[in-house]
């Protein structure tokens, strides 16, 4: 049995979300292992093989994102990061898509770091929530793919 911690609960992990979860422990050493050169193979072939061991539900929206995004951007390189699909250009992440069975989370999402080029004002999102693909979806994530990618 493991010895309590000052905030009370067994393991260090406290009510409120002061310790990792394993799920984000998980993605932390994935992310070290593509720093250290991962499987130094195609990332094509691992953001494939990522979206492979996806859930059935998951595995679909993955495969819809992963199409859009080499379509709508084929700039952009494909490749993972902290375990999941992402697209770089020039070896910094512009998008990625967090599966939902990833964090146990209520759905999955796409999401945005500060390379993309989304800028709108003084504030705008950088991650979209998706909860089912459909037309309007796709047209959606095309236009937030090809604008962050750098496309007017």
């Known amino acids: 049995m493991a010895a309590k911690k000052a905030g009370g609960k067994a393991g260090g992990a406290k ?23 991962g499987s130094k193979g195609d990332g094509e072939a691992d953001v494939m093989a990522k ?20 379509e709508a951007a084929p700039g952009l390189t494909p490749r993972t990061w902290y375990g999941m699909p992402a697209y770089s250009r020039d ?15 209520r759905y999955s999402t796409l999401g945005f770091s500060d390379k993309a080029k989304l800028d709108e004002g003084a ?22 793919v090809r604008r962050a990618a750098g496309g007017s």
């Open 15 to 37: 009510k409120g979300g002061a310790g990792f979860s394993a799920e984000e422990k998980a993605a932390m050493k994935e992310y070290l292992r593509e720093k250290r050169g």
């Open 123 to 144: 504030m705008w999102a950088t991650s979209f929530a998706i909860v089912e693909w459909t037309a309007e979806v796709e047209g959606r994530v095309r236009e937030l």
């Open 51 to 70: 979206i492979a061991g996806m859930a059935e539900g998951d595995r679909q929206m993955a495969e819809r994102v992963h199409a859009v995004v080499r």
């Open 91 to 105: 070896g910094n992440v512009v998008c990625f898509f967090q599966n939902a069975g990833k964090f146990k989370a």
